[in-house]
């Protein structure tokens, strides 16, 4: 059975796949607030629009006190930003940037929920495959998605509130530009050896916003996840994240040892493309 959606709150709305599944939902007179730091040149007198940092704590619980007398039956959070850096000159600035966006915020709309949320209501995580693949230079991104999933799930079982975590392979999207803007100085950190590997690493970033799953097909995915009456806690998107899902059943330094001549092996091809 389906489950009928009446009010829809959703969080990082400027992202593509977010437009996308607004898109759906509009056709279907569901009532959508939407949040988010940038414009949303989205207009319907079924859309209600916010402006916020979610990075900002009090700036999540600003945001619901717009939402007085208002029951959500589904909540998305679709924010988020991906830092990359070698571990071994990663700053502790660029860590708590990561977590501020990805998991923080999370936590923040999480603690707010339960005056604003019904009774079978379910949130919603759009994660990665990067929170159980293990992917070199993007430790940050991987933290906060790991750690985001674990939030969740333990909200569940404490809650009784139904939790779903859509771990996404890549998706054709601007969020891509977006981190290799966010990251103009973190790639100035990729010197002596690890200089081809940062070169690849921001080519290989702007050529994701032209592959992988469009992002009508994986907001249509998510439509479909939504709207069941009992969404299993976890999905894999993308045929990438279940090839991901299945390397990571192989644990310690064989699969390290795969991963570094794997890396080793789109860095010279890269190269040699140039």
């Given at each position: 059975m389906k489950k009928h959606l009446r009010n829809v709150l959703i969080f990082g709305a400027t992202s593509d796949v977010a437009c996308e599944l607004i898109n759906i939902l509009l056709k279907l007179?569901?009532?959508?607030?939407?949040?988010?730091?940038?414009?949303?040149?989205?207009?319907?007198k079924n859309l209600k629009k916010f402006n916020a940092d979610l990075s900002l704590e009090e700036n999540v619980f600003d945001v619901f006190k717009n939402f007085n007398g208002i029951k959500f039956d589904t909540v998305l959070n679709f924010q988020g930003v991906a830092i990359s850096s070698p571990v071994e000159v990663l700053s502790k600035e660029e860590l708590q940037k990561q977590l501020d966006i990805s998991l923080f915020s999370l936590l923040s709309v999480l603690k707010s929920l339960p005056l604003y949320i019904t009774d079978d209501a379910t949130v919603v995580a759009i994660s990665s495959m990067a929170s159980f693949g293990i992917y070199p230079f993007l430790s940050p991104y991987s933290i906060s998605k790991a750690s985001s999933d674990i939030l969740l799930?333990?909200?569940?079982?404490?809650?009784?509130?139904?939790?779903?975590?859509?771990?996404?392979?890549?998706?054709g999207t601007k969020f891509w530009k977006f981190c290799v803007d966010e990251n103009e100085k973190n790639f100035e950190k990729f010197k002596g050896k690890y200089e081809n590997v940062g070169k690849y690493l921001k080519d290989n970033a702007l050529k994701n916003a032209n592959k992988g799953l469009s992002p009508k097909f994986a907001a249509k995915a998510i439509y479909k996840i939504i709207t069941r009456k009992s969404p299993k806690a976890s999905y894999l998107l993308g045929n990438d994240a279940r090839f991901t899902s299945f390397v990571s059943m192989f644990k310690g330094r064989?699969?390290?040892?795969?991963?570094r001549k794997v890396l080793k092996f789109k860095v010279m091809r890269f190269l040699n493309e140039r």
């Open positions: 007179d569901v009532v959508i607030y939407a949040v988010s730091r940038g414009k949303l040149n989205i207009e319907h799930s333990a909200y569940e079982i404490e809650t009784g509130i139904k939790t779903v975590s859509i771990k996404s392979g890549v998706i064989f699969l390290f040892s795969l991963i």
